[in-house]
């Protein structure tokens, strides 16, 4: 079910997101989150991606370790964002992780370009263009942007916040699949 708000700007649909985010409990999360990785793992396996950026959730994101886990073991490459200035590159997932710039954790730098198939991210909303809105730093978009060839993108939520105002630019990306519980 999809919570309709008409919230006019980002940053008053992400207050107001933020906030429907912390009110999950611990136990609804881990099933929440569980079903969102099965449905990713069931679209990775359909399009057979082997180079995947994943994403190392912070708390109110949908926790991917177990899924991240899997992929391994399936011999997939997994990376995720490292941030530099105001984007990221993609760097092959490994540990130790350690935190970075914004309090995210992320493997030790590396340079190695890939062309990736899928990239699963983490969104805090969308509008009715179904673009993505997220936390405010526009990594996502500029990253994105940047590609040469566009991967399968998959936005994940626990629980969808949507807002029947246009309230994306053209530049926030759109995904190929939107999973939530």
């Not at 999809?2 to 409990?25: A, H, M, V």
């Not at 073991?73 to 964002?81: H, R, S």
């Amino acid at each position: 079910m999809k919570i309709k708000t008409d919230y006019s700007t980002k940053e008053n649909f992400r207050k107001f997101c933020f906030n429907r985010l912390k009110f999950f409990s611990s136990v609804s999360t881990i099933k929440k989150d569980k079903f969102i990785c099965s449905r990713i793992l069931d679209i990775i396996q359909f399009h057979n991606a082997k180079n995947i950026l994943v994403y190392i959730p912070l708390p109110m994101e949908v926790d991917i370790h177990p899924l991240i886990k899997v992929l391994r073991k399936q011999k997939k490459n997994i990376f995720v964002p490292y941030i530099q200035g105001k984007s990221f590159i993609a760097v092959p997932y490994r540990l130790p992780l350690k935190k970075g710039k914004l309090n995210i954790k992320q493997p030790k730098f590396s340079m190695k370009k890939v062309h990736l198939d899928m990239m699963v991210v983490p969104i805090v909303g969308i509008d009715s263009t179904y673009r993505r809105i997220g936390f405010g730093a526009g990594m996502y978009d500029r990253f994105y942007e940047n590609l040469h060839t566009k991967p399968i993108t998959l936005f994940v939520q626990r629980k969808l916040c949507y807002s029947k105002a246009i309230i994306t630019a053209s530049h926030d990306i759109k995904p190929d699949y939107i999973i939530t519980s």
